[in-house]
Antibody, heavy 123, light 107 residues
Framework: EVQLVESGGGLVQPGGSLRLSCAAS????????MDWVRQAPGKGLEWVAR??????????EYAASVKGRFTISRDDSKNSLFLQMNSLRTEDTAVYYC??????????????WGQGTPVTVSS | DIQMTQSPSSLSASVGDRVTITCRAS??????LAWFQQKPGEAPKSLIY???SLQSGVPSKFSGSRSGTDFTLTISSLQPEDSATYYC?????????FGGGTKVEIK
């Protein structure tokens, strides 16, 4: 059974930093692209960042709203995904979901999602 | 960036009704379109990928189609457990983008 369990969320002041983690199990983690997607309170879904797999040299993509402030990374030996968030802003307040990449015809969407970890940026 | 415009933003329908949700892309994205269902307080669940392919375990009452840059999610016979918000998502190009969501309620 595929499981994704996020942790590391919490309350942080504007300008602060936070590191989110996602522990994966039930599948071959190293084969998959992995993503972070967030959802602000009462709002829709917003893709944040992606890390490709080893076959694609772990290259990354970011939403413009977080580029230069957030860094996605992974540790295949520990089946773990991370999101280092720096220079946090109040508009980064959201539930952050870890999502597994799903490939069809060479293009990747998501299939399984974790339950999310809440991040609140406030003074 | 590809903008995804979803309509309606909300709808109310009766049990047994056929429900249709539309997502319009601002530019072509081939069939690289997915649909997700999210119930209150829960994580999103994948329903459809490649515009019309059902994810494993998803009931066949859900179906998807494409006409040019217009994509449709249909629920053939609405049931109480289908009350949720539905999102489309394009994965043709970066940044990956979602529609604004459609909240489906049961009358």
């Amino acid at each position: 059974e595929v499981q994704l369990v996020e942790s590391g969320g919490g309350l942080v002041q504007p300008g602060g930093s936070l590191r989110l983690s996602c522990a994966a199990s039930g599948f071959t983690f190293s084969d998959h692209y992995m993503d972070w997607v967030r959802q602000a309170p009462g709002k829709g879904l917003e893709w944040v960042a992606r890390t490709r797999n080893k076959a694609k040299s772990y290259t990354t993509e970011y939403a413009a709203s977080v580029k230069g402030r957030f860094t996605i990374s992974r540790d295949d030996s520990k089946n773990s995904l991370f999101l280092q968030m720096n220079s946090l802003r109040t508009e980064d307040t959201a539930v952050y979901y870890c999502a597994r990449g799903y490939v069809s015809r060479g293009y990747w969407t998501f299939d399984y999602w974790g339950q999310g970890t809440p991040v609140t940026v406030s003074s | 960036d590809i903008q995804m415009t979803q309509s309606p933003s909300s709808l109310s329908a009766s049990v047994g009704d056929r429900v249709t949700i539309t997502c319009r892309a601002s530019q072509g994205l081939d069939n690289y379109l997915a649909w997700f269902q999210q119930k209150p307080g829960e994580a999103p669940k994948s329903l459809i990928y490649d515009a019309s392919s059902l994810q494993s375990g998803v009931p066949s009452k859900f179906s998807g189609s494409r006409s040019g840059t217009d994509f449709t999610l249909t629920i053939s016979s609405l049931q109480p457990e289908d009350s949720a918000t539905y999102y489309c998502q394009q994965y043709n190009s970066y940044p990956l983008t979602f529609g604004g969501g459609t909240k489906v309620e049961i009358k």
